[in-house]
């Protein structure tokens, strides 16, 4: 590769660092900018900041339960999708059964219907369970969605793993199960890290099973973000700073399984 072909590479790369930070930055320069500065018809990249939004949104309007909501459930659904998906994902590429083709494509339909015309029946149902405006009720609508997720990603996953590593495990002396668990789990960590990476970033940002499942009690981040939008005007410097703090638990949470994912993102991409 010629020298101007990489110096090229290396701006086009640098181009597209730029333009994936520039908003992120911009959200965080609001986060400390006052009402006129983030207002200003010039963009204002430099000035005095001011430390007000913080305490005023989090401490003084009560957003910090949102935060320890949003944790709970992205958490707890991730957890149950993975319990629920990674096992089924292990059936549908080792077992044969009748139908195994048909079901897994149901699997995926889940995916495709509006999440509009799913969030009424379910608000009825947990209205009769007495399970609205609860952890219980926005845990088990995410998880609905990410099961599915799981299943697709995992089985493909797992389908990778060769079917003489489970003959070896079991002439060990390993049942199904305890090859699955000793074996062929640590074998697709990769795997479970990226699909729980995806799992918790899309529980965490969703926003219409948690704004019809939840009232006071397990509002979410983002239920809470549309309130700052008020009749006299949006409150732009905190809802930068809610939006600063909305992207910590995504950042800390890839950050924890980052030794894992981008082999899992590329896992099974070339084969020997």
């Known amino acids: 590769m010629t020298r101007a072909w990489r110096n090229l590479g290396l701006g086009v790369i640098a181009a597209v660092i730029i333009m994936a930070l520039t908003p992120y930055i911009?959200?965080?320069?609001t986060s400390f900018k006052t009402r006129v500065d983030a207002l200003a018809s010039?963009?204002?990249w430099l000035f005095t900041p001011t430390f007000e939004h913080y305490p005023k949104v989090f401490l003084d309007k009560g957003y910090l339960p949102l935060l320890t909501n949003s944790i709970v459930v992205a958490l707890s659904s991730t957890l149950l999708s993975l319990l629920v998906g990674v096992p089924a994902s292990y059936v549908f590429a080792r077992e044969r059964f009748a139908g195994k083709e048909d079901l897994f494509f149901f699997f995926l339909t889940t995916r495709m219907a509006p999440a509009i015309s799913v969030v009424v029946p379910m608000?009825?149902?947990f209205g009769k369970l007495g399970l609205?405006?609860?952890?219980y009720s926005v845990i088990l609508a995410h998880s609905s969605f990410n099961i599915s997720l799981v299943v697709w990603m995992m089985r493909g996953f797992f389908e990778e793993i060769p079917k003489e590593i489970d003959e070896a495990a079991q002439m060990d002396g390993?049942?199904?199960?305890?090859?699955?668990?000793?074996?062929?789990l640590p074998l697709a960590a990769p795997g479970i890290s990226a699909t729980a990476?995806?799992?918790?970033?899309l529980s965490w940002n969703e926003l219409l099973?948690?704004?019809?499942l939840t009232a006071f009690e397990s509002r979410t981040l983002t239920v809470g973000i549309p309130g700052l939008v008020q009749p006299h005007g949006t409150l732009w410097g905190q809802v930068a700073s809610v939006a600063v703090v909305a992207t910590l638990p995504i950042l800390i949470f890839?950050?924890?399984v980052q030794k894992h994912l981008v082999r899992g993102m590329t896992f099974g991409a070339i084969k020997g």
Do not use: E
């Open 26 to 29: 911009w959200m965080l320069l």
């Open 42 to 44: 010039t963009p204002q």
């Open 123 to 125: 608000f009825i149902i």
């Open 132 to 135: 609205v405006d609860t952890y």
């Open 174 to 184: 390993n049942t199904k199960a305890g090859t699955f668990v000793r074996v062929l």
């Open 197 to 201: 990476v995806l799992c918790f970033i």
């Open 209 to 212: 099973y948690a704004m019809i």
């Open 254 to 256: 890839t950050f924890l």
